[in-house]
C-alpha cells in the first residue's frame, strides 16, 4: 500500500472512532439522513457518512464513506478542530489533543504497515507476543497511542506495533533510600547464566541492596536527571544493560521476555502520558501484589466454580518501588512524580498453557486484518463449532467467572481486553488468565471478602466501595469495552445477530445463578440483569481536564444511562 493511501486509511479508521465514541459519550450528535447515512454539522462544514447503531446505542460509522462539505474526508485532526466546541476543549487541549492523535496516527501507520498482507488465519498462527504487537489497542480511547514525548525513534525502538526488542538497564539501590520491596525477584529469569552474581559483585554491595531492572526509555528521559542526586551520592549504582531481551506487551510498560519464553514478564516504571494516565509504577497496590494474587490463585483451584471454568491467575511474583527522596516531601505533588522508579515481577501468560493449547490477550477477539475480515471469525470457523456454541464456551469461561469473583467474594477488576488472557485449544475457549492487580482491583464496602477468607491486612490496603460502583469495573470493563467491540463483528462477518449475541450472555448468567441459589442476595447487590446500565464516558475526562498536572489519576465521568443489551436487545 502507497504512503499517502495508507495515510488516508489509518485517517479515516481514527475519525470513525472520533465520530462513533464521541456519540456514545454524547458528546457529538448526528442526525439521519435517510438510506443509512448520516450528516454532522461542525463548525460551518457539514460531515457526512454511512453508519449503523449497534445494540449500545454506539454508532459505527463506516471509515471510507466519510466526507465533509462534499469531499472524501481523510483528516483526523482537521475533524476535531472542526468539533472542538462541540467536544468542550478549550484551544489549550485542543492543541495538546493534536499532538496526542498525531502520535496515535504514526503508531496506527506502523502498525497498518505491519498487518499488510496478513490474513486473520495467518495472525492468529503468530507467536503470542508477535500477535499482541500487531493489535489495534484500547478501542474507546481517541488517542489510544499517545504516548505525550515520545519521538519517532522511541515509537521504533519500544512500542509494541514496531514489533522490536531490546535489553534492560540494572540498578543496584542502597536500602537508605527506603522504598517498598515485596516478595523475591525471579531475577534468574531475566538475566542470563552468571549475570546476577556478577552484578552482586559489580555492586560492591555484598549482595544487600535490591538490584532493579529499569525502562531503557525511563534512564534516559527521567531517572538520570530526576535521581541524579542520589545516582552521585552512590546511593543508586549504575551496573549497565544486561540480561535478556524484552518485548514490550499492548499496556506498553509490560514486558514479554523472548529470549527464554515464558519466562516472568516484567511491570516497568514509564512517565510517558499515554491512555489517559502517565504508566508509572504506585508504591500501593505493589505491597499487597504477590500475597493478593497468590491468595486468588488459591481461591482459583479451590472455587468449585473457578475449576468449572478452569479459571487462572498470573500471579505478581514481586515488586519494588523506589520513592524521589525530594518529591516524596510533597504530599500533594502530581502522581507522577510518585511512581518513577519501580517495576513488578508477573507470571507469564504463556506459562499457564499445557500441550497443543495456545494463549491469547481478549483484545485479539476485536481485532482485524488488513482487509477488515475479524480474528474471532477466523477463529470460529477453525473451531468448527457454530457461533452459538463456541460463544457458549467463551462466556461459560470468562465472563461468568468474572461475575462469580464479584457476587461471591465481592472483588471487582477493571477486565478490559488487555488485563485479560484467553487460553484456548483447538480455536476453542478453555480458560481465562487475570492478570494486572496492579491498582485495578477493588473490593464492595460490605463485609462479603472477609467472609470469604481474604486476610485482613490485605483488605486494609485496598479501595472498598459501594456496590454499585464495583459493578461498574465489570460493565464498564468487560462489556462495554470489550464485548460491544465483538459483537458487531460476528454480526458483519458471520451474519450472527448481536441481539443474539447478547440474550446468549444473558441465558449463561441466569444459568449460573440458577446454580448458585445461595447468592441470590449477592446477584440483587451486582445486578447485571437489569433495564439499564451506567454509561462511563473517558474521552469527556480529557476534553474536561486537559492536561495539567493533578495529585491523583483521574476518574471517568457518567452520562446518559443506556438500554441494557443483556435484556432488550434492541436496536435505537
Known amino acids: 500500500m502507497e504512503a499517502e493511501t495508507l495515510w488516508n486509511r489509518i485517517n479515516q479508521r481514527l475519525m470513525a472512532k472520533i465520530i462513533g465514541e464521541t456519540s456514545y459519550e454524547g458528546c457529538l450528535s448526528p442526525e439521519p439522513a435517510g438510506n ?5 454539522a461542525l463548525r460551518g462544514h457539514d460531515y457526512g457518512f454511512r453508519a449503523r447503531y449497534s445494540c449500545w446505542g454506539w454508532l459505527r460509522v463506516v471509515p471510507e464513506s466519510l466526507t465533509r462539505d462534499g469531499r472524501r474526508a481523510t483528516d483526523a485532526t482537521q475533524l476535531v478542530i472542526d468539533a472542538q466546541h462541540a467536544l468542550g476543549m478549550t484551544d489549550i487541549v485542543l492543541a495538546n489533543f493534536l499532538e496526542e492523535l498525531q502520535n496515535t496516527l504514526a503508531g496506527d501507520r506502523r ?53 522490536n526488542r531490546f535489553q534492560l538497564r540494572w540498578l543496584a539501590v542502597a536500602p537508605s533510600l527506603g522504598g517498598t520491596h515485596v516478595g523475591t525477584p525471579p531475577l534468574e529469569q531475566c538475566l542470563e547464566h552468571g549475570e546476577h552474581a556478577a552484578l552482586v559483585r559489580g555492586s560492591g554491595a555484598a549482595g544487600h541492596w535490591p538490584l532493579l531492572p529499569v525502562h531503557p526509555w525511563q534512564w534516559d528521559h527521567r531517572l538520570q536527571a530526576q535521581y541524579g542526586e542520589a545516582l552521585a551520592r552512590g546511593l543508586i549504582r549504575d551496573l549497565g544493560v544486561h540480561g535478556h531481551w524484552f518485548q514490550p506487551q499492548q499496556s506498553l510498560r509490560t514486558l514479554t521476555n523472548t529470549s527464554v519464553p515464558g519466562n516472568c514478564d516484567l511491570k516497568l516504571a514509564l512517565t510517558v502520558l499515554n491512555t489517559s494516565a502517565y504508566r508509572g509504577i504506585p508504591a500501593g497496590p505493589i505491597a499487597l501484589g504477590p500475597e493478593l494474587s497468590q491468595w486468588l490463585w488459591e481461591r482459583s483451584r479451590e472455587d468449585p466454580e473457578f475449576a468449572r471454568a478452569g479459571l487462572e491467575v498470573q500471579r505478581e511474583l514481586a515488586g519494588s518501588h523506589i520513592p524521589h ?87 471487582g477488576l477493571v477486565a478490559h481486553g488487555q488485563n ?53 469495573d465489570l460493565i464498564t470493563g468487560h462489556f462495554v469495552t470489550t464485548l460491544r467491540f465483538i459483537s458487531p463483528l460476528l454480526e458483519d462477518d458471520m451474519g450472527f445477530p448481536e441481539t443474539r449475541f447478547y440474550s446468549l450472555l444473558a441465558e449463561r448468567l441466569r444459568d449460573y445463578q440458577q446454580r448458585h441459589p445461595e447468592l441470590d442476595e449477592r446477584f440483587q447487590l451486582f445486578p447485571l440483569l437489569r433495564p439499564t446500565l451506567e454509561r462511563v464516558c473517558v474521552n469527556r475526562v480529557r476534553f474536561r481536564l486537559g492536561y495539567e498536572d493533578h495529585a491523583e489519576r483521574p476518574n471517568a465521568d457518567l452520562g446518559v444511562p443506556l438500554s441494557n443489551p443483556l435484556l432488550t436487545g434492541e436496536t435505537p
Not at 128 to 154: F, V, Y
Not at 339 to 363: C, F, I, K
Not at 425 to 453: N, T
Open 36 to 40: 443509512g447515512r448520516y450528516r454532522l
Open 111 to 163: 502498525q497498518q504497515e505491519r498487518l499488510a498482507g496478513l490474513t486473520a488465519e495467518q495472525m492468529l498462527d503468530l507467536p503470542a507476543t508477535e500477535l499482541e504487537g500487531l493489535l489495534d489497542g484500547h478501542p474507546k480511547l481517541l488517542a489510544n497511542r499517545g504516548r505525550m514525548g515520545w519521538s519517532q525513534a522511541d515509537l521504533e525502538a519500544y512500542s509494541p506495533e514496531a514489533g
Open 325 to 411: 527522596p525530594r518529591q516524596a516531601q510533597i504530599e500533594g505533588a502530581p502522581y507522577r512524580y510518585h511512581e518513577m522508579l519501580g517495576a513488578v515481577w508477573r507470571e507469564n501468560l504463556t506459562g499457564r498453557t499445557g500441550l497443543g493449547e495456545q494463549s491469547m490477550l481478549m483484545a485479539t477477539l476485536m481485532q482485524c486484518d488488513g482487509r477488515d475480515r475479524s480474528l474471532i471469525a477466523a477463529l470460529i470457523r477453525r473451531s468448527g463449532l457454530s457461533p452459538e456454541v463456541w460463544l457458549t464456551h467463551l462466556f461459560d469461561r470468562v465472563t461468568v467467572p468474572l461475575y462469580h469473583l464479584l457476587c461471591a467474594y465481592g472483588i
Open 420 to 472: 485479560l488472557g484467553l487460553i484456548l485449544k483447538d480455536a476453542i475457549p478453555q480458560r481465562l488468565a487475570l492478570k494486572d492487580f496492579h491498582g485495578d482491583l477493588r473490593c464492595v464496602d460490605q463485609p462479603m471478602p472477609e467472609k470469604a477468607g481474604m486476610p485482613a491486612h490485605l483488605l486494609e490496603g485496598l479501595t472498598r466501595l459501594p456496590p454499585e460502583y464495583l459493578v461498574h
